[in-house]
């Protein structure tokens, strides 16, 4: 498995923005497929946005044109950026990787996980 961190969570009002980041160990960083999921309170793990290896991104409809993923191969990290927050956001978000490199957005297709970074917006 690949280790994964997540950081950058907190607390902010609705109409702001945050920026997430997710370190990962590995020397095959470049080619893993990375995804972003959330949880919110009393609901399901549901999927955000995913970036591959060449850089083709996919998103859910709920945060499309609001939420950007992007990645940096020589600092093994992923980001995702979240602007126009909505207290709907609000969620534990966890980083997760595909070492296969598939076109995944299906949570049990990925076979690491970070622990999780809280956000939470404020009306």
């Known amino acids: 498995q690949v280790q994964l961190v997540e950081s950058g969570g907190g607390l902010v009002q609705a109409g702001g923005s945050l920026r997430l980041s997710c370190a990962a160990s590995?020397?095959?960083?470049?080619?893993?497929?990375m995804g972003w999921f959330r949880q919110a309170p009393g609901k399901e793990r549901e999927f955000v946005a995913t970036?591959?290896?060449?850089?083709?991104?996919r998103y859910a409809d709920s945060v499309k044109g609001r939420i950007t993923i992007s990645r940096d191969n020589n600092k093994n990290t992923v980001y995702l950026q979240k602007n126009i927050l909505k207290p709907e956001d609000t969620a534990v978000y966890y980083c997760?990787?595909?070492?296969?490199?598939?076109?995944?957005?299906?949570?049990?297709?990925?076979?690491?996980w970070g622990q999780g970074t809280q956000v939470t917006v404020s009306s």
């Open positions: 970036i591959n290896w060449s850089d083709s991104t």
């Open positions: 590995g020397r095959a960083f470049n080619m893993y497929t």
């Open positions: 997760a990787a595909d070492r296969a490199g598939r076109s995944v957005v299906n949570d049990y297709e990925f076979d690491s």
